[in-house]
């Protein structure tokens, strides 16, 4: 049971980037799936969660419409679309499971995490 992240890289301010979160061993349409991102020397902190077969997804208020999440059944894998990124989007971005997306969904309720995928935001 695996979550690989892909996708990160360097863009300018306002630019746009698709992380993917590809799973395996496991079928994620059972599964709420979580973006997660850290900075060097804060907290992980939750950006997007997408519930199992479709049941919505929830958003961070710091995403302000900027961030899409979406999953593809047949590649077993969730997107992150970000648009407009800003320089404090810097940071290693992780996705992790658990069973839904619903209540508080802190990093410390997920498991499975990947290995990150580094988002740098510079001129």
């Known amino acids: 049971v695996q979550l690989a992240e892909s996708g990160g890289g360097l863009v300018q301010p306002g630019g746009s980037l698709r992380l993917s979160c590809a799973a395996s061993g496991f079928t994620t349409d059972r599964w709420g799936i979580g973006w997660f991102r850290q900075a060097p020397g804060k907290e992980r902190e939750g950006v997007a969660c997408i519930g199992g077969l479709n049941s919505g997804a929830v958003y961070a208020d710091f995403v302000k419409g900027r961030f899409t999440i979406s999953r593809d059944f047949a590649k077993n894998t969730v997107f992150l679309q970000m648009e407009r990124l800003e320089p404090e989007d810097t940071a290693k971005y992780y996705c992790?499971?658990?069973?839904?997306?619903?209540?508080?969904?802190?990093?410390?309720?997920?498991?499975?995490w990947g290995q990150g995928t580094q988002v740098t935001v510079s001129s």
């Open positions: 992790g499971r658990r069973g839904h997306c619903r209540g508080i969904w802190t990093a410390d309720t997920f498991g499975t």
